[in-house]
């Protein structure tokens, strides 16, 4: 699969607007996490270079380090959701003829599966890292530029649940009890951190 980083805007709307599985809302709410964070980072490059208070200053740079990290890895992710779902949909097509094809099919079913319902709980970990991030420069933040402040939280907003429901879908397949338990607890614990963010 070609890189979607190497993609123009066009070419990657052209991929998900085709009828193809990948890429879909997992990948498309990492990417909204990723302009979410993208808008922080400039939000805050922006807002420091109008101040003096190098408290401020510093506050700002270490958050725009934050969202240029979160940046980076949720675009890494917006890829990696569709690279976990082709996994899945190739071990659905592996031979089930005989005993033994049956058994390792559905171990590969298992672990795609796994990963599948891991990395978008890692988007959404950054999302909420995110919007974080962003209510805490709220009031460092220019009236001129609360507009993209807004957009950069609505978007980290809309990956967040994006990526929850995609957890929550994958999730029902699981059969790994153990791994479906700690999966649930991570789950668990980044919704209810997002209610009080």
């Known amino acids: 699969m070609r890189s979607y980083q190497r993609r123009t805007i066009s070419g990657y709307l052209k991929l998900l607007s085709a009828g193809t599985p990948t890429p879909g809302g997992g990948s498309v709410s990492a990417l909204g996490g990723a302009l979410g964070a ?3 980072a400039m939000v805050c490059d922006l807002a420091r270079r ?7 200053i ?3 740079t270490l958050h725009q380090n934050g969202f240029l990290a979160n ?3 949720l675009l890494d992710l917006c890829e990696s959701d569709s690279m976990a779902y082709e996994a ?3 071990a659905y ?3 089930r003829k005989t005993p033994q094809q049956k058994r390792m099919r559905q171990q590969r079913i298992q672990t795609a599966m796994e990963e ?3 990395v978008p709980l890692q988007s959404a970990s950054l999302c909420l890292d995110n919007i974080r991030r962003l209510k805490s420069i709220q009031k460092m933040v220019p009236p001129q530029m609360k507009s993209d402040f807004s957009v950069g939280l609505f978007f980290s907003q809309a990956g967040l649940k994006g990526c929850l429901a995609n957890v929550r879908i994958n999730l029902s397949y699981l059969k790994d009890s153990a791994f479906k338990r700690k999966l649930q607890h991570w789950l ?3 919704s209810r951190l997002s209610r009080f963010s």
């Open 38 to 40: 993208a808008l922080g």
């Open 50 to 56: 109008r101040l003096t208070d190098k408290k401020t």
């Open 58 to 60: 510093r506050e700002l």
């Open 71 to 73: 940046q980076a890895r």
């Open 88 to 90: 899945v949909l190739s």
């Open 93 to 95: 097509r592996l031979s």
């Open 116 to 118: 599948a319902a891991r």
């Open 188 to 190: 668990f614990r980044v």
